[in-house]
């Protein structure tokens, strides 16, 4: 049986080293996707406001799909569903043809002279007459939580909670099928595969699948069928919360009703362990299951296709008292097959255990591909 902690924190059980698995529940509320909530909450607010201005047989809208015209990868279908969510919260009638098109451009913007990252993004109201468009005013995404959902590469953080831009030539490091965000990053992760998932599945049944880079993007070796597992490594000096995500999916969105549907695992200081598939209560997992598309559990979440194929985690330090605060945390601030997705697998036993520590900034986030969507 595994033993894990969570952090809402969940503890859980690990391989290679006597750690267990925490669940973290995090002290403040620093997760990018609440931060774009309330932009578009906010923007939401404004259309709705330029619309009573207008006839009342001519406020309707309909919401078109965000673009980043650098980014073939970004994910601007997040930003359509969450408008669309805090329009329909407005009153505003959301239609298929309406009388006003809501678009939106947003990119990733390196400021030349600090070098830090950010992103913007660019609201435009349409309504089909000879005026030029109306445009809300630019919202400034500074978050790095926020910004990695956005733009879901690796990211390394030069000092904790902020973006660089990257240098020429920067890629992800991969040795002996290990990714890390470079050379000497204090995080990495292995993806391991087994061939007969089943409900009696023990860590020795997994083994590591190799690695490859495809337009400095790594890729894992998964196949049809196969039960697959993330082995995570902490090589830092402090207790590491690490959020995942599968198919744009939090590995805790299947908990039970009566359980947090987000959170981090705890990782002790150079430490690793293996998670193994979605949480579902303290003592119980699904494993994780490589399905054909249609078959993903993205299917019915409501995730847009293009997150699908996608194992993201992001790494923050933590501590359970300032007496154990790292000394460097920054003080806070506001294919050519068929595509695949992940299942669910059979149960799978599980040991968790609730714990409480404080989460800092984001230091690093990890990404690896599964499958890539045809064009």
Known sequence: MRSHRLGWLFLGFLTLSALAFALLRPAQASEGPRLLVLEMTRAAGEIKAWLAKRPSDSQSVSVQPFISPRDSRANGEVLMRLLREELRKAGVEIRERGTVGVSGIFRLIDDKVTRVRHAVI????????????????????????????????????????????????????????????????????????????????????????????????????????????????????????????????????????????????????????????????????????VTERASGVWVSSGMPPSKVGRITLQFHACWANDSTRPPDEPAELVASRDPLATGFGPEDKADFHEVKRKIGRLRETIAVLYDRPRE
């Not at 978050?143 to 890629?171: H, M, N, Q, Y």
């Open 122 to 289: 660019e609201i435009s109201l349409d309504d089909g007459s000879d005026a030029p468009a109306h445009r809300l005013a630019p919202i400034g995404i500074h978050s790095p939580e926020a910004i990695t959902t956005l733009f879901p590469l690796v990211t390394r953080p030069s000092t904790p909670g902020i973006l660089v831009a990257p240098k020429p030539g920067d890629k992800p490091f991969v040795e002996h099928d290990c990714i890390r965000t470079s050379k000497d990053g204090k995080f990495a992760i292995e993806v391991l595969v087994a061939d007969k998932p089943s409900a009696k599945m023990k860590d020795s049944d997994y083994r590591k699948t190799k690695i490859r880079l495809d337009e400095d993007l790594p890729f894992a070796d998964v196949k049809l069928g196969q039960a697959y597992a993330i082995r995570v490594h902490n090589n830092a000096d402090h207790e590491a919360a690490v959020s995942l995500a599968v198919d744009g999916l939090s590995m805790f969105h299947f908990a039970e009703p009566t359980l947090p549907r987000g959170g981090y695992i705890l990782l002790s200081k150079r430490s690793s362990l293996t998670i193994r598939g979605w949480f579902v209560r303290l003592e119980q997992s699904r494993l994780f299951v």
